[in-house]
């Protein structure tokens, strides 16, 4: 099979990147800065074991590969913000022999949050989730770094709804000879789920910096209940904390990088920020919550003030961390007392 990476930042090109390493036909998809450096100078992947430059063809689009074949998987590693534009960028693409991607071709969702393979759904017919547990960071156009070790990271897919299939199967053979751990399960939006409860801090560290000490903490514990409120008035069931302790045990640790790359400054959010993207993914975590509590009438204000805060932060180009852990919670009770 070939690969095709529909997003080659800090997910997309650790991915991309090790599956080019242990051999497997990879194709990167990226725009603007990113596109140009890989096409010049290829992916630096900087990992425990060392920085690789990999060098796989890098296109900005379908049209650049003419027919696609028949043997190609899709792999959506964009922001939820911007899986629209893709989806329907890569939907009508011809495919070898008749047809088009999104009648023939698998596509898998290797994102956070839970409403790209919803939008996936509504073009492709074979559509994956993913549950993506992967420490990488852009660093600067080219180079992606990912810390985990040994494993880079821990992958659970299966076909969206629900269910599994042959295809899973060989894609999680690929990715385990790619220095992952990718069970194939049934209930891949459990898992999911589970994920987006862990996430719903990504907004937290963006405005205020990594969550640590108490009131960080016991702040962030407050928005995690809320969250797990909602979902269970929504009777949506989520991986226990017990589970993923079992699934993750002691299999990807986050290693220093030394000399070989910068150290991880903070998560997908947070990144977002500190390269002055101007979007953010908050609308699809604790945004995500937020719909949930409106479908089901649960009270969701501290996620609903993350969330405007983040994107706040992202259209004003705000500095990642800067507002003090002190002020937020202040705006947090206001948010709670407020009719």
Known sequence: MRYIIIGAGAVGGAV??????SGHDVVLVARGAQYAALRERGLRLVTPDGPRTHRPPTVDGPRALGELRADDVLVLAVKTQDSVA??????PAPVAGGGTAAERLPLFCAQNGVESQRLALRRFRRVYGVCVWLPATFVEPGVVSAAGSPLTGILHLGRFPHGTDDTARAVAADLSAARFEAP??????RWQYAKLLANLVNATEAVSGVVDGEEATAFQ???R???EAV???AGIPYASAAEQKEARADKMRLVPLGGGGPERGGGSSWQSLDRGTGTIEADYLNGEIVLLGRLHGVPTPLNGLLQRLANDFARERRAAGSMPVAELVRLADEAVARP
């Open 221 to 223: 514990d407050r928005v």
């Open 225 to 227: 209940a809320e969250g």
């Open 86 to 91: 893709a989806l329907d960028a890569w939907a």
């Open 16 to 21: 991309g990147g090790r599956l080019a390493e």
């Open 231 to 233: 979902l269970a008035a």
């Open 184 to 189: 194939v399960v049934a209930d891949v939006t």
